[in-house]
């Protein structure tokens, strides 16, 4: 490995970490675009998300195959955690989706720790192994689906707010609520929906993910924080933004763990995060 | 003597969006001054600047002799200007009390004081028996009440009031105007955005007109109404017609 | 007010009373670790409660008097130097993080404590002087000088002190302008502006505050265990038990924290005791599902929700 560790090496991993991020924090960009609310348990979805894929796995359904069903199941429990929950809280003073979404966090990771082994686990043969290579450069053929994977989601995304009528409504709603109102949008079902869609989007995440990596109870919490970065980094709500905030989180922490030290490699991360936050508060792409 | 508070030549620019362009006021201390115009003339951004919750692009805000314009909001308060706002802007989980009482500490640091004094502002407004309600709990006419108490209750030369008769009825805009009166009575100054002319036409000393951000009018109340250029103005926003002709019925 | 003296007139009593009386020392370690959260979640309850700003971060600030504590006992200093060198050294880094974040709302803060506490484990695990990744052992040498008590009541006894210096310093602080000026910002910082409160100027003090109690109890704790380390002191496991501990009892009351660690300790204990090893997660299940009601329905929690009928009683007195 270290004999490959060339900048062009480096520059490749860490693009390909980036989209890895990116799968995981456009359905948090997206959430937090239209109802202006941190999804602080998105990491819990996503281990949910790993588990079901696992789950499907065992049955004999392949992580790619079972894509979909993940995304639909997700997309349907975000919705409900919407109608049952997410609607009261916004109802509320501002930081009760801070708390709300906090004490999901909890609930979610003291079930898995409650019911599940924490031994990390991976899918029984999974389809796609060995690297790729050219030149000095190697792939892994997984990391490689998964970031293709991430751009296909990302697209699809943008192509849905930026040209479908509902997508259309979301943004209404993300620009204005109460303009959007009146304009006839029903809010609580764009909010809904998009819950429901930012849910979904972390459904394909984990289903990619276990492609390449293990599922244990508390994966949840390695993905999330960097996704909290990534969507502050790309301006939040920005779904191009997040794309852009991972590829630059994926190059940062891959150089600052070869150059600086593996234990080190989020340093970079943080310090752009409150650079960033400090100095463009409305993040690199954000419109506000 | 010089005017308690001068406003020169205020601009101030959104992006492309030119809000305020030259807009020019004086309010003698003592005095109730109205400021009104179209919808849109930039009456509310003119009054953020003033207060200190926007910085002017451009031009001069004196206060006592002070320039304000572009001070921290919070300095603003602290030489004596007080406010409260056209959508009302309560501590919603503190009682009537408690919120004067935060007012009352910027010159009174001790709580009993604070708490004294408070009472006293809630008893002038009429809030007294309502002093343990929470901000939350009170009625419109109620919650822009005690946004005034609060703000009193800070000792200000100048009083800001942007809009506080909108949405009240007939009822308690008459008591408006009569806890207006008592205000001017106290020896504070007041400039007020108004809709409703008809109830400023009687107390209103001096009327400041603007529109498209800028200052068209300064005079009587008896004088804009019959003014060219205000009459124009508000003609030329047919939704805001009603609000001058009513003056005059 | 009175009541509330009277109250924490009753705590000390009994607490004193079982120092003496106990003699089990899983009953004795109940009772500190109950003290020492209680401290830790009023400590961030001065922020996160009164103020408003939600930290991730906090155990920082408890890092620094537990490391202040290891450094002093490791370079020949008695740890009692600790308390003002470590309450010193967490108010300067509350001041010159809180500088540049306390003006970010909601998450944008909430998401920074998280980084800053991130930055600063980095640095605690890769600095040699800090004992990098594996902490510091400290030696046993009983004895007042060494703050290292034979009886684990006497650690008990100076946690009580800690505890009740707390809550009497969180008392006074509800009857203060920064305590009103705390609120008002919280509730609505645009409006607390134009009754002339400098946001920055209150919220850095406040913070400064805070991080000087967790700091002390820091310190307390790391002559409880003698053994301090990056995920026992400063890791985001314990800032997440913190804010837990703040937000169950009720944000910006006087009596949350304390009933936020009575429900934090004994849940725990029970969950430990009722289902071993296998009952790992069940408490957070509860915690979670607490949380997650009282955002929904009650967001000032359960003494909040006290506090609220109280003084609805009050003013219906009032008005009678």
């Not at chain 2, 805000?61 to 300095?75: D, P, Q, S």
Request: charged content about 10%; proline content about 4%; glycine content about 12%.
């Amino acid at each position: 490995m270290d004999a490959l560790a060339t900048p062009a090496q480096l520059l490749v991993g860490g693009l390909l970490t980036g989209l890895v991020f990116a799968l995981v924090a456009v359905g948090l960009t997206l959430i937090y675009g239209v109802m202006d609310v941190v999804n602080f348990a998105h990491g819990e979805y996503l281990m949910l998300a790993m588990y079901a894929t696992l789950a499907l796995a065992l049955l004999g359904i392949g992580p790619l195959v079972g894509l979909p069903l993940v995304a639909i199941a997700l997309f349907l429990f975000g919705i409900v955690v919407y109608r049952v929950f997410i609607r009261r809280l916004l109802a509320g003073p501002p930081e009760a989706t801070v708390f709300g979404t906090f004490g999901m966090l909890v609930l979610l990771q003291g079930l898995a720790q409650a019911t599940l082994t924490s031994d990390y686990q991976s899918i029984p043969n999974p389809p796609f192994h060995g690297t790729i290579r050219v030149g000095a450069i190697a792939v892994s053929q997984a990391t490689l689906i998964e970031g293709i994977g991430a751009l296909v989601l990302t697209a699809a995304l943008f192509a849905f707010v930026e040209f479908t009528e509902t997508g259309r409504a979301m943004r209404a709603v993300a620009e204005d609520r109460i303009a959007a109102t009146l304009m006839g949008i029903d809010v609580q079902r764009i909010n809904g929906l998009a819950f429901g869609i930012g849910a979904a989007c972390v459904g394909a995440a984990g289903a990619l993910l276990m492609l390449s990596y293990p599922v244990y109870p508390t994966v949840g919490a390695a993905f999330a924080l960097t996704a909290f970065v990534v969507v502050a980094l790309g301006g939040f709500g920005s779904i191009q933004g997040a794309l852009v905030g991972a590829l630059l989180v994926g190059l940062l922490e891959v150089f600052g763990g070869f150059y600086l030290s593996p234990e080190l490699k989020l340093v970079p991360v943080y310090l752009a995060y409150l650079i960033v936050v400090l100095l463009r508060p409305q993040g690199l792409l954000g419109r506000r | 003597m010089s005017p308690l508070l001068e406003v020169r030549g205020l601009v101030k620019q959104f992006g492309s969006l030119r809000a305020l362009d030259g807009v020019d006021l004086d309010v003698a201390a003592g005095s109730l001054t109205a400021l009104i115009g179209p919808n849109g003339a930039g009456k509310s951004t003119a009054f953020a600047c003033i207060a200190g919750a926007a910085k002017p692009t451009a031009g001069s805000v004196r206060f006592r002799g002070t320039e304000i314009a572009g001070m921290a909001y919070h300095r603003v308060a602290a030489l004596g200007i007080g406010r409260t706002y056209q959508i009302v802007q309560t501590f919603a989980d503190m009682t009537a009390l408690e919120a004067t009482t935060t007012g009352a500490l910027l010159r009174r640091p001790h709580l009993r004081d604070a708490v004294a004094y408070a009472e006293e502002i809630l008893a002038f407004v009429g809030l007294a028996d309502k002093r343990y309600r929470l901000g939350r709990a009170l009625t419109i006419a109620d919650k822009k009440r005690l946004e005034v108490a609060r703000a009193l209750a800070t000792e200000p030369q100048l009083l800001l009031l942007d809009e506080v008769m909108a949405g009240l009825t007939p009822a308690e805009c008459g008591a408006a105007v009569e806890l207006l009166r008592r205000i001017l009575a106290r020896g504070v100054t007041v400039l007020m955005v108004e809709h409703v002319m008809e109830v400023l036409m009687p107390i209103a000393q001096h009327v400041v007109v603007i529109a498209a951000g800028k200052t068209i009018f300064s005079g009587t109340a008896a004088g804009a109404v019959r003014d060219v250029d205000v009459i124009d103005a508000y003609l030329g926003s047919p939704l805001e017609h009603g609000a001058i002709a009513t003056g005059t019925p | 007010m009175r009541a509330h003296l009277i109250a924490l007139g009753a705590i000390v009593v009994v607490v004193a009373a079982a120092v003496f009386g106990l003699r089990s020392a899983v009953a004795l370690d109940l009772l500190f670790t109950l003290l020492l959260y209680a401290v830790l979640g009023q400590s961030w309850n001065w922020i996160s409660g009164y103020g408003g700003n939600i930290s991730f971060g906090h155990a920082i600030f408890f890092g620094c008097g537990a490391y202040a504590s290891a450094l002093c006992v490791t370079h020949g200093l008695s740890p009692w130097l600790a308390i003002p060198a470590g309450a010193l050294v967490a108010a300067l880094l509350a001041i010159v993080t809180g500088f540049p974040t306390l003006a970010l709302r909601g998450h944008y803060f909430s998401i920074a404590t998280i980084a800053v506490a991130a930055l600063v484990d980095a640095f605690v695990r890769t600095t040699p002087w800090l004992g990098k990744a594996t902490g510091f052992e400290l030696p046993i040498a009983p004895g007042w000088a060494t703050m290292q008590f034979p009886q684990k009541g006497t650690y008990v006894a100076l946690a009580l002190i800690l505890f009740a210096a707390v809550q009497l310093a969180t008392m006074a602080l509800e009857r203060s302008r920064m305590g009103y000026y705390l609120r008002a910002l919280r509730a609505n910082h645009a409006a607390a502006a134009a009754v002339g409160i400098d946001e920055r100027r209150v919220k850095l003090v406040a913070f400064a505050w805070s991080a000087t109690m967790a700091a002390v109890a820091g310190v307390l704790y790391a002559q409880y265990t003698l053994f301090v380390d990056p995920p026992s002191t400063i890791a985001l496991a314990i800032s997440i038990d913190i804010a837990l501990i703040g937000v169950v009892g009720g944000i910006g009351t006087l009596w949350g924290p304390a009933v936020g660690a009575l429900v934090y300790v004994v849940l725990a204990k029970a969950v430990a005791l009722q289902l071993g090893g296998a009952g790992k997660g069940y408490d957070l299940v509860i915690y979670g599902a607490i949380i997650c009601l009282i955002a929904a329905l009650r967001p000032y929690g359960i003494v909040g929700t006290i506090v609220d009928a109280l003084r609805r009683r009050r003013g219906a007195e009032a008005a009678a």
